[in-house]
T-cell receptor, first 120, second 114 residues
Framework: AQKITQTQPGMFVQEKEAVTLDCTYD???????LFWYKQPSSGEMIFLIY??????QNATEGRYSLNFQKARKSANLVISASQLGDSAMYFC?????????????????FGQGTILTVHP | ETGVTQSPTHLIKTRGQQVTLRCSSQ?????VSWYQQALGQGPQFIFQ???????GRGNFPPRFSGLQFPNYSSELNVNALELDDSALYLC?????????????FGPGTRLTVT
C-alpha cells in the first residue's frame, strides 16, 4: 500500500488565486512528521513546511499553510496568492518513528508529486 | 550557514562502470541521507549515515554503498552500473540536535548510464 498518496498529477491555478494540493498518508506510528517540498525544474528540493503529528495547530509558513486532518490522515498544502514562480513539482513526504529517540532517522517517504502550473 | 552541496552536477557513465557522488552537509548537521529520483517519480530513500555509520537503508542492493567522513560529508558509491541507475541523486542533511523538520536537500547529481 502507498504510504503517501498524491492524487493530482497536475494542477492549474490563476496568478493571485489560492490552490490546494492534496496529500493523504498511511502510518501506524503515533509520532510522525509530514513535509512538503517544492522541486523546480532545476531539481533542487526546497523545504516548504512541516507538521508534526502532535502539533495541535496547522503549520503556516508565509503563503504556505498545511491543512492537517489527523483522523482523515490528510495533509493538504494550501498556497495563497499564487505567483508565477510557484510553478513547479510539489512533493508531500512523511517521516515515521519520530518517537524512537536516539539518532535522527532521515528516511522520508515521498508521494508521486503534483505539477503545479500558475497562469498569468 | 552554508547549504548542502553536491558534486558533480552531471555525470555520464557506461553500464558496468563504478561511480562516486559527493555531498557536503549543511553546517551543524551530522546526518546525511541519500535518495534516488527517477524521472517523473518521487525520491526513493537509499540509506542514511550518522556518525560515520550506516543506520538505515531502503530497498537498494549492496552495490549501492556509502561513506560518511568525520566532517560529516558523505559519498555514495554505485558499482556495476545498470541503465536503470540513471536518475537524479539527492543528498539531504539533518541533525539529531536540531528540530526534526530540518532536513535540507542539495541540488542533486544527475547520473546518466549509457
Amino acid at each position: 500500500a502507498q504510504k503517501i498518496t498524491q492524487t493530482q498529477p497536475g494542477m492549474f491555478v490563476q496568478e493571485k488565486e489560492a490552490v490546494t494540493l492534496d496529500c493523504t498518508y498511511d502510518t501506524s506510528d503515533q509520532s510522525y512528521g509530514l513535509f512538503w517540498y517544492k522541486q523546480p525544474s532545476s531539481g533542487e528540493m526546497i523545504f516548504l513546511i512541516y507538521q508534526g503529528s502532535y502539533d495541535e495547530q496547522n503549520a503556516t509558513e508565509g503563503r504556505y499553510s498545511l491543512n492537517f486532518q489527523k483522523a482523515r490522515k490528510s495533509a493538504n498544502l494550501v498556497i495563497s496568492a499564487s505567483q508565477l514562480g510557484d510553478s513547479a513539482m510539489y512533493f508531500c513526504a512523511m517521516r515515521e518513528g519520530l518517537a524512537a529517540g536516539g539518532t535522527s532517522y532521515g528516511k522520508l517517504t515521498f508521494g508521486q508529486g503534483t505539477i503545479l502550473t500558475v497562469h498569468p | 550557514e552554508t547549504g548542502v552541496t553536491q558534486s558533480p552536477t552531471h555525470l555520464i557513465k557506461t553500464r558496468g562502470q563504478q561511480v562516486t557522488l559527493r555531498c557536503s552537509s549543511q553546517s551543524g548537521h551530522n546526518t546525511v541521507s541519500w535518495y534516488q529520483q527517477a524521472l517523473g517519480q518521487g525520491p526513493q530513500f537509499i540509506f542514511q549515515y550518522y556518525r560515520e555509520e550506516e543506520n538505515g537503508r531502503g530497498n537498494f542492493p549492496p552495490r549501492f554503498s556509502g561513506l560518511q567522513f568525520p566532517n560529516y560529508s558523505s559519498e555514495l558509491n554505485v558499482n556495476a552500473l545498470e541503465l536503470d541507475d540513471s536518475a537524479l541523486y539527492l543528498c539531504a542533511s539533518s541533525s539529531d540536535r536540531r528540530r526534526a523538520y530540518e532536513q535540507y536537500f542539495g541540488p542533486g547529481t544527475r547520473l546518466t548510464v549509457t
